[in-house]
């Protein structure tokens, strides 16, 4: 079955205590993305990726880290988490071309307090 | 700077009767436009997209878009509403940046009445 898998869940945590949310894709998709999901903002792009070793900044990407040394993985690191990125996480994936779908993940709450 | 706009945050219809849920963008260039729908505790699914060609643009669940370049608009509509249709709707705009970038709007939740 066609999925994007994260991991976590859900995941509660303390400020500055380091963590990475995984996401791994099975379509042999290019470009995969993250998002934050917050009430009133709609889905905001934290960092994309076009291809292994390929990753460029979205709208929101400070205080996160991403890496994409595998096709199907693209993990997102906040290496020192604050209550202000309290969010619901989405990680996305899609073939190259801009015109194509993408799909998504089941999504991550993290909760840092 | 570029956005997509969702100008309502509610809608409201009653079963059997038409939709629309509304979007708006200000991007530069010539957009990729999509729709996708949230259901509660899952990730987003995609609905449909226009990409060129015919302005009226069909896609899963009975759900059709109309793309209007001269109003930067691409409504979502439905002939007839199904109380399962309820749900969070998601416009976005994908531009090229050299990579794509997706832009989302703040999306729109529908509640159809039986």
């Known amino acids: 079955e066609a999925q994007v898998t994260q991991n976590p869940r859900y995941l509660i945590t303390v400020t500055g205590k380091k963590l990475t949310v995984t996401c791994s894709q099975n379509m042999n998709h290019e470009y995969m993305s993250w998002y934050r999901q917050d009430p009133g903002l709609g889905l905001r792009q934290i960092y994309y990726?076009?291809?292994?070793?390929?990753?460029d900044k979205g709208d929101v990407p400070e205080g996160y880290k991403v890496s994409r040394k595998e096709k199907r993985n693209f993990p997102l690191i906040l290496e020192s988490p604050s209550p202000n990125q309290t969010s619901l996480y989405f990680c996305a994936s899609s073939l190259i071309q801009g015109d194509r779908e993408a799909f998504f993940g089941q999504g991550t709450r993290l909760t840092v307090v | 700077a570029q956005s997509v706009a969702q100008p309502e945050d509610q809608v409201n219809v009653a079963e059997g009767n038409p939709l629309t849920v509304k979007c708006t963008y200000s991007v530069s260039g010539n957009p990729y436009l999509f729709w996708y729908v949230q259901y509660p505790n899952r990730g987003l699914q995609f609905l449909l997209k226009y990409i060129t060609g015919d302005n009226l643009v069909k896609g899963s669940y009975g759900f059709e878009a109309e793309f209007n370049k001269s109003q930067t608009s691409f409504h979502l509509k439905k002939p007839s509403a199904l109380v399962s249709d309820s749900a969070l709707y998601f416009c976005a705009v994908r531009i090229n940046t050299g990579g794509f970038k997706t832009i989302f709007g703040a999306g729109t939740r529908l509640f159809v009445k039986a």
């Open positions: 990726s076009m291809n292994v070793e390929v990753t």
